[in-house]
């Protein structure tokens, strides 16, 4: 018993630290250092400052949305105004009958910095005060050194007033990570991770009951694995239940007998 107590343990620890490690992988934050810059745990920064303009005009000037229907535009790192949208960091543009409508998608004061395994997200909020509405946007800035600053406007979420774009460029990078050059910022999703905990808490399951029917119950051949006669039979309660599905809980003899 000390044996497999031996194995287990140190075996079990391994995995919870890689669990922990792709979890923080897959969660980690970008901190907020100024309205367009952030900087990681490990000391990594990043910096819209250079494609972003300094004269109250946006960067990224009426870019259409997938649908064609809007335009939008945008500046990183201070304020514009376009139309009679005052002060804005994003605006929608819309046209209409007889004039363009402009929306505020976004005020400095509102930008906050989170990650998803694209890379890290920049999001900006307005309350439409007249309309009742909370506009949000979110940039994902999606790290390419071949590209100054490309923004795709991906547009509405349905009629949510959530709105979507996608910035590639090679200041959306994450760089001066301790030890030199580049970090590209990957991320693992939550989904990954929890098939990762999944197949982690199988193995445990595996080795740490065989290792106790061997050594323990003295089990040999195919005794040795844990729980056999039910996994053995497993396939069959699948198919039973399946059928029981199917025909609604109804003529299914084999289920009532289970």
């Known amino acids: 018993m000390h ?4 194995y287990i343990v140190p075996h079990s620890l391994s995995l919870l630290f890689l669990i922990s490690s ?3 992988s897959a969660v980690g934050t970008c901190s907020k ?3 367009c810059s952030c900087q990681t745990e490990d000391g990594g920064k990043l910096d819209l400052s250079p494609i972003s303009k300094n004269d109250g005009t946006p960067q990224f000037v009426d870019i259409p949305d997938q649908r064609g229907f809007d335009h939008f535009s945008w500046n990183p790192c201070t304020p514009f105004t ?3 949208a005052f002060d804005v960091m994003v605006v929608q543009v819309r046209n209409g009958v007889p004039q363009r409508f402009y929306y505020n998608l976004g005020t400095l004061d509102s930008a906050s910095f989170s990650e998803s395994s694209k890379g890290v997200i920049l999001q900006y909020s307005a309350d439409a005060v007249m309309e009742n509405t909370l506009r949000t946007s979110y940039f994902t800035l999606i790290c390419d050194e071949s590209l100054e600053g490309q923004l795709t406007a991906l547009g509405e979420r349905g009629t949510q007033a959530i709105y979507d774009f996608e910035l590639r460029s090679k200041y959306a990078c994450i760089k001066g990570v301790p030890g030199g050059g580049t970090q590209i910022s990957v991320s693992i999703s939550i989904g990954t991770v929890l098939v990762i905990v ?3 808490l199988v193995f445990i399951y595996l080795v740490g009951g065989i290792l106790f029917q061997t050594f323990v119950r003295k089990a040999t051949g195919k005794d040795r694995v844990p729980n056999y006669e039910m996994w053995r039979q497993f396939p069959i309660y699948v198919k ?3 059928v029981f599905l199917i025909r609604g809980g109804k003529n299914v003899p084999a289920y009532q007998a289970i």
């Not at 044996?3 to 031996?6: A, D, G, K, W």
């Open 33 to 35: 250092t100024g309205p």
């Open 240 to 242: 039973t239940g399946i």
């Open 82 to 84: 376009e139309g009679t």
């Open 198 to 200: 999944f197949l982690s």
């Open 22 to 24: 792709l979890f923080r």
């Open 3 to 6: 044996n497999i107590r031996m």
